[in-house]
């Protein structure tokens, strides 16, 4: 900013200052308020959550502190239990494990104790005593039995079997908490069955809720309802939400290794909201509606305007005088501006196209005269090759030279307007060819490949004919046969397409002095020796202007890349067709 200028701030930032003046202050105290809100209602539903976890874990442990006494009771006191453990006879063992089952049965005392099972290695003697199994059907109990047998007998070969504490026993469908006694060789195991005890308790207590118990990370009961929710659980949060599509209320406690989880559908906040609280948000949602409707009414009656004015001053700051301030004003004031600044932009423009004229006349000429340096190049030499041919009395040669250089006249002297079709201009370079095939003892090869909707593209006339002529004058060595090709085709770049012109000889390449400032075109830039190639770049650039690039290379000889961006119109704007006149 110059010295003394002052710093201007838009309208429009002052207003958005002054909402959020007033706006973010009540953004900030209705944040804080919600959050505050929401984790007192959360801590009383924790609060409730926990006292009824309470009960139920409370329920649980006394359960199992039961079946801990009654299992001391058998391991201290029970006769049988001792004999057992060192009976080495099958009928003796079953003897003493119907004693013990008959004299101490948990399974009378605890509904929720899946099996007692009694096990005495001398023996191999393996004997179960169903408890809440005893309503299933026969065949399902034989079906359980074999894979509890399997597991504790893994247990035991394994010597992993604990003694003195609960573990847990795995089957292919089900996790059971046990805990085992032994006397010598015999062991007696309860098996506690988590998923009946949740339902029991449930039951018991008459509350809806899921009570979901863990063994470390195994889960022991409900497992689909687990995995059909998402839970995720969080063993270091006094009380969480978790699950999903249905949010469930999650508080925890851990007793006797066991963590216990109990679940409640999340009713959400408003739902669990007081009078008062529910009165607060909706003065705050009231609040912020109105400062939202303000802001929209503004906008729309002032900032939007005054941003189409703006935007308009600008596109015309660029240089784009095409725009107008064409916006329906409902204030006064903005229509008067509006008014004036059409007015203003009218009168521009049209001092504006008096220059333009100007320059487009300036322009045409320059091109014309760019034109007349090609053709003079190219007339002399034609005179060269013809005193040459006279000279050494080829007349047959001179008269097939005359037709074919006719054609070419013809073809340059027409008044072809600014631009020729792509075909055009390629049967001038195929004539020209046949020129150069009667005056050069090895006379170059040349190939042609040309996509057929390219040939319809207007170029300006006697720009590839420019660069075949360089090939043959530039490319030509002694003891070597030139060959030339010539490659028109699309190029797909992201969402535009590219007409690619590319000119190749297999000659000595570019002078290497030369290369860079060809490469580096500037339009006051002359070179003697590239005279041609300039006035072709400069066409090219008057008439397609950024749409048009060029590059220059020696790979295996010269060859030259022009890419050009065609427009829509640019398949049928020319002074004609610019069929190739020739002679027959």
């Avoid at 007409?499 to 000659?507: A, P, S, V």
Wanted: charged share 20%; aromatic share 12%; net charge negative.
């Amino acid at each position: 900013m110059k010295a003394g200028q002052r710093k201007l701030t838009s309208l429009k930032v002052k207003l958005l200052l002054i909402f959020c003046v007033v706006l973010i202050p009540q953004a900030i105290f209705f944040v804080w308020y919600g959050t505050d809100m929401l984790q007192k209602i959360n801590e009383r539903i924790a609060q409730s959550e926990h006292a009824t976890l309470s009960l139920l874990s409370n329920s649980i442990a006394e359960e199992i502190a039961d079946i801990e006494n009654d299992l001391a009771e058998i391991a201290l006191n029970n006769e049988s239990f001792r004999h057992l453990g060192v009976a080495e006879d099958e009928l003796d063992s079953y003897i003493y494990s119907y004693d013990i089952f008959n004299n101490k049965n948990l399974l009378d005392a605890n509904d929720d104790i899946a099996a007692l099972v009694i096990y005495n290695g001398r023996s191999d003697s393996f004997y179960i005593n169903y408890g809440l199994m005893n309503s299933y059907s026969l065949n399902d109990r034989l079906q359980t039995r074999e894979p509890i047998e399997d597991a504790v007998k893994h247990i035991l070969d394994s010597g992993s079997i604990v003694t003195n504490g609960w573990f847990l026993l795995e089957t292919e469908d089900r996790c059971y908490y046990c805990q085992a006694v032994s006397y010598y060789d015999a062991y007696c195991i309860c098996l506690f069955d988590f998923e009946h005890a949740a339902i029991n308790v449930i039951k018991e207590n008459d509350i809806d809720g899921m009570l979901v118990f863990r063994y470390g990370d195994v889960i022991l009961n409900e497992r689909e309802w687990i995995e059909e929710l998402d839970i995720v659980f969080e063993d270091n949060a006094d009380y969480y939400i978790t699950g999903q599509p249905t949010q469930q209320f999650v508080v925890q406690t851990f007793k006797s290794g066991i963590a216990m989880s109990y679940f409640t559908e999340y009713a959400g906040t408003i739902k669990s909201m007081t009078i008062m609280q529910l009165q607060l948000l909706g003065m705050g949602i009231f609040t912020f509606l109105i400062i939202l409707v303000a802001y929209i009414y503004i906008r729309k009656r002032i900032l939007k305007p005054m941003h189409r004015l703006v935007e308009t001053m600008e596109h015309i700051s660029s240089g784009n005088l095409e725009v107008e301030a064409d916006w329906e004003y409902k204030t006064a004031e903005f229509y008067l501006v509006n008014s004036t600044f059409n007015n203003m932009i009218s009168q521009i423009k049209q001092l504006k196209i008096e220059t333009y004229e100007k320059q487009i006349s300036k322009e045409q000429a320059k091109l014309k005269a760019l034109r007349l340096q090609i053709r003079s190049h190219f007339f002399l030499n034609c005179l060269k090759t013809l005193y040459g041919m006279a000279e050494t009395k080829q007349y047959s040669n001179i008269q097939q030279y005359l037709i074919l250089l006719s054609n070419h006249l013809s073809y340059i002297f027409r008044d072809n307007g600014d631009l020729v079709m792509i075909d055009g201009e390629l049967k001038s370079c195929q004539n020209y060819i046949s020129l150069q095939k009667l005056n050069l003892s090895n006379p170059p090869i040349y190939s042609m490949s040309v996509d057929a909707i390219a040939k319809e593209i207007m170029i300006p006339p006697i720009t590839l004919l420019t660069f075949v002529e360089n090939c043959v004058k530039h490319g030509t060595q002694i003891g070597k046969q030139l060959e030339i090709s010539l490659n028109i085709s699309w190029l797909v770049c992201e969402e535009e397409r590219l007409l690619n012109i590319t000119i190749h000889d297999n000659g000595p390449g570019f002078d290497k002095e030369l290369l860079p400032k060809l490469n580096n075109f500037t339009e006051n830039y002359l070179d003697v020796d590239g005279v041609g190639i300039i006035n072709v770049i400069s066409r090219f650039q008057l008439i397609f202007g950024d749409r048009f690039a060029i590059a220059f290379a020696n790979r295996n000889g010269a060859t030259v890349n022009i890419f050009i961006t065609p427009d829509a119109e640019d398949g049928r704007k020319g002074g004609s067709t610019n069929e190739f006149i020739g002679s027959r």
